[in-house]
Every structure is written in structure tokens, then in C-alpha cells.
């Protein structure tokens, strides 16, 4: 939908507000990021002057760190960007970890569209071990068993109250046997969304094992077996691609078209989506990559930024798009895992 004339539209705006976060989970793609204390962020003012100049932009994130960790930085910052997305008729996700009181997702709430929450854990044992991966050692068992417990009533209420609460999992060697149960639970919590991607190789996630690409396809085919049908399973960042020559890859995508209530999504970074550090104005393809900043907010425009990036040699390989199956190509973390070498320019989709 937002590729017009053989170009890539930008639609979609990220922001980084926070790198504060209460966790310190293994599978952190920004982890490195995570601080104590934060400097000042740019002027919500300027924040909405390069937005206006977005014309076409439909939607708007705001992720961390975590968002809600800090209420001033709740009420004063994000509370407000959730408040301009309104205005412009933008819709919002707001990623979070709903490790807090109720009331504080309550406040945003009735702004927002989508909350969105990682669930890779499949009791509280499992998040302890996961969510304190990274230097909060000190955090005991029982207390830890409390955030996991308040993350499932919260999502519950939240859901019960209305709210679009979506929740990911990441499939790696240690979730790829539990997929399906994750996929029940995230039902029972009442989300509404389960999007299931591949884990980034990433910052604090790069030492976990990953899977090769036969694995991940065992992954999803046992996934498929065992999941819950009435809830929506949106595939993000999808490894295998229709342009595939290999038949087992193709058996499994018409699997997938076949299956009720899922959806594949092709990478949204740098091709309908930006991403704005609201400390620096620097702006990114994603907040994760190491891509250098392409541009900032305070010298230039965010379109300026997506524009560079439609012509940059690191993209070149995957700025592709093929109608016949109105694809728009892989991810790069992902093409690096699973495609490497690939120009994908020079494929279309088999069949």
C-alpha cells in the first residue's frame, strides 16, 4: 500500500523517547542504549514542525527503552506526541513492557492503538531467567515472579477495557519449541495480535543462538500445528520470501496463505518508516541497526533522511519490489542471517 510509482512512500515515523528501562532483558536489540539518567530531549516543538512537513505520514510509534518507566517523561513528552498523532489522524502503537501500575497505561490508553509488548517467556522462571539477562542480577525469584504475574493482569485488563494489545515473540533456538504455547497465553491474556518475527541479531541479543534457516522452517510448521486459530499471527520480518527457489520454502508460504487469521509483513524500515532519537534528532532506518544516522531534525527534514536512504549502497541489494507478489523484499538484519549475498533485484517470485 505505500508504494507509489515504483517508490517507496514514507508513512511512518518512529520515535525513541526513552533509554531508560526497569529490565534488562537478553533479547534487547538496544540494550547498549540503556541508561540512569538521560539528557535533555529535543523541543517537542521542532518534533512537530518535521512531522507537519510529513505529508504523508499515517502512522506514528513511540518506543524506548521503556516509554512509561518515568511519569514525568509519560506525561510530558509522550502523553503529548500520542495527543499531536490525534490532531493529524495518525494511528499509534505505543511499545511497552506493562511492568507498571495499571492507571499508568490507563492514562495513555484511550490515545493509543496498539500496546504492544515483547512475550517470549512461558512461566515465571523462564522470565526471570530472560528478562534479567543483562545486569540486574540482584533481582530475586519472587519479586520477579510479581512483574511477570502484573504484565498478564495488566494486558488482561487493558484488553478487557477495550485496548488493542498486541504482543511479539521472538524465535530463537530457546523459543522455537514453545511458540505455540506462547501463542496461547498471549490469547488468554486477551491480546489480540501475536506478531512473530525472527530475533535480531542485535546488540545484547547477538551472542543467543539463532536458528538456521531449516530450523526456523520446522519452527513455524510446528508453530502453525499448535497455535490458537481465532487469534491474528502476523508474521514480521518473514524469512522466506515468494522469490525462493527452494520448494520446501514454497510449501511453507502456501501454508501460510492458506491458514486463516495471518498476515506476513515485509520489513517497514527505510521503506515506509523512519526512526527519530528524540535526544539527538538523529534519524534512523530503525533503532536497532547500524546504519549511520542519516540525517537530523534540527538541520534537516525527516523525508530529506528517507530519501537518502532510497539510494544508499547498503539497501541497494533489497530495494526491491515485485508485484506479482507485492512484496517489498527482506529485512536486513534478516537478509544478512538468511540471504547473505543476495542481490534481490535480480529474483521474482517463483510460480
Known amino acids: 500500500m505505500t508504494r507509489r510509482s515504483g517508490l517507496h512512500v514514507l508513512t511512518s515515523v518512529e520515535v525513541t523517547v526513552t533509554n531508560r528501562c526497569n529490565m534488562r532483558c537478553r533479547h534487547c536489540a538496544v540494550g547498549e542504549t540503556l541508561a540512569l539518567k538521560e539528557p535533555d530531549r529535543v523541543p ?16 506514528l510509534s513511540i518506543t524506548g527503552g ?39 497505561y490507563r492514562g495513555i490508553a484511550p490515545l493509543v492503538d496498539v500496546l504492544h509488548i515483547s512475550w517470549n517467556y512461558t512461566g515465571p522462571a523462564d522470565f526471570h531467567r530472560i528478562a534479567w539477562g543483562h545486569g540486574r542480577e540482584h533481582v530475586l525469584p519472587a519479586a520477579s515472579a510479581k512483574i511477570y504475574e502484573r504484565i498478564r493482569t495488566n494486558a488482561a485488563a487493558l484488553a478487557a477495557e477495550g485496548i488493542f494489545v498486541s504482543a511479539e515473540s521472538m524465535v530463537n533456538a530457546e523459543t522455537a519449541p514453545h511458540l505455540g504455547r506462547l501463542n496461547r497465553m498471549i490469547r488468554e491474556m486477551g491480546c489480540r495480535r ?23 522452517r520446522r519452527a513455524v510448521n510446528r508453530f502453525l500445528d499448535e497455535r490458537d486459530p481465532e487469534l491474528w499471527t502476523l508474521f514480521g520480518t518473514f524469512p522466506f520470501l515468494p522469490c525462493s527457489a527452494d520448494p520446501a520454502d514454497q510449501a511453507l508460504l502456501e501454508r501460510v496463505r492458506r491458514a486463516p487469521n495471518i498476515s506476513v509483513r515485509n520489513c517497514p524500515d527505510g521503506r515506509n518508516r523512519v526512526n527519530i532519537n528524540a535526544f539527538t534528532g538523529d534519524i534512523f532506518v530503525t533503532d536497532f541497526a547500524e546504519i549511520p544516522a542519516l540525517g537530523n531534525i534540527w538541520t534537516g527534514q525527516i523525508g530529506s533522511a528517507f530519501d537518502i536512504w532510497q539510494t544508499h549502497a547498503a539497501f541497494a541489494p533489497y530495494n526491491c519490489y515485485c508485484p506479482a507478489a507485492h512484496c517489498t523484499g527482506p529485512n536486513l538484519l534478516v537478509a544478512h542471517m538468511y540471504h547473505p549475498g543476495v542481490d534481490f533485484r535480480d529474483r521474482k517470485a517463483v510460480g
Not at 498523532?85 to 495518525?90: D, K, M, N, Q, S
Not at 501475536?194 to 526456523?216: C, G, N, R, S, T
Request: aromatic share 8%.
Open 194 to 216: 501475536h506478531e512473530v518475527h525472527p530475533m535480531y541479531p542485535a546488540d545484547w541479543a547477538a551472542d543467543l543462538p539463532i536458528l538456521d534457516k531449516a530450523e526456523f
Open 44 to 59: 517537542l516543538s521542532l518534533l512537530f514542525d518535521r512531522l507537519d512537513e510529513v505529508s504523508t505520514l499515517q502512522t
Open 66 to 104: 521503556e516509554p512509561s518507566e518515568n511519569l514525568t517523561t509519560l506525561a510530558e513528552y509522550v502523553l503529548p506526541i500520542l495527543q499531536y498523532a490525534r490532531r493529524r489522524g495518525l494511528r499509534t502503537q505505543v511499545n511497552t513492557n506493562l511492568t507498571f501500575e495499571l492507571d499508568r
